[in-house]
């Protein structure tokens, strides 16, 4: 199992850019979620689906954040304008919605505004 | 509303003592519970969890935890601890009461084994 792929690992941008996070779930697995970690705030949910769905989106910060998934094996996150203060790590996760799973986490996409 | 608690930033531990990375929950009914572990540039990883049973659940690397429903708690020890060990622990619960696919991490512990 080649576990939840995340790109790019590493991204430098500079302010108003727009920066666009991608993520391939688990195969089979129908729930997808997107988290934010950073020194000040810890690990935030942003948002997640259900089978293709956005089911809670309240922890998305502000208008500039936005998530799509086209399909069951595709998810983005889209900053647009980017801010320095969006400099974070953006974890994706997914978990098979049935049953007592636990959620499997990607290795992240390191952002950095400047 | 779900939610848990990590009361310690860090643990300072030396290489062969005990360990234990404390955690608290707060659920309506029955808790699911989780402990992942993050090592420095990587995502999270799943340790162990408690859906039911034995109150003592074993998990990845020698950790157990112990799951105490009169004090919601979920501790997570180690009987030796490695100083491999040193990581960020987080505590996670998830809510099936409500809604059932969303984890409520706790804020992280740092672990740091001194050799």
């Known amino acids: 199992d080649a576990g939840v792929i995340q790109s790019p690992r590493h991204e430098v941008t500079e302010m108003g850019q727009e920066v666009t996070l991608r993520c391939k779930p688990i195969s089979g697995h129908n729930s997808l979620f997107w988290y934010r970690q950073t020194m000040m705030r810890g690990l935030e949910l942003l948002i997640y689906?259900?089978?293709?769905?956005?089911?809670?989106d309240s922890g998305m910060p502000e208008d500039r954040f936005s998530a799509k998934m086209p399909n069951a094996s595709f998810s983005t996150l889209k900053i647009q304008p980017s801010e320095p203060r969006d400099s974070a790590v953006y974890f994706c996760a997914s978990i098979p919605s049935w049953g007592r799973n636990t959620i499997y986490f990607g290795e992240g996409s390191w952002l950095t505004v400047v | 509303a779900q939610s848990v608690a990590q009361p310690e930033d860090q643990v300072n531990v030396a290489e062969g003592n005990p360990l234990t990375v404390k955690c608290t929950y707060s659920?309506?009914?029955?808790?699911?519970l989780f402990w992942y572990v993050q090592y420095p540039n990587r995502g999270l990883q799943f340790l162990l969890k408690?859906?039911?049973?034995?109150?003592l659940v074993k998990g990845s690397y020698g950790f157990e935890a112990e799951f105490n429903k009169s004090q919601t708690s979920f501790h997570l020890k180690k009987p030796s601890a490695l100083v491999s060990d040193s990581a960020l622990y987080f505590c996670?619960?998830?809510?099936?009461?409500?809604?059932?696919?969303?984890?409520?991490f706790g804020s992280g512990t740092k672990l740091n084994v001194k050799p």
């Open positions: 659920v309506s009914g029955n808790p699911y």
């Open positions: 689906f259900n089978n293709n769905v956005p089911i809670d």
């Open positions: 408690y859906i039911t049973g034995d109150n």
């Open positions: 996670a619960v998830r809510d099936i009461a409500g809604n059932f696919n969303k984890f409520y």
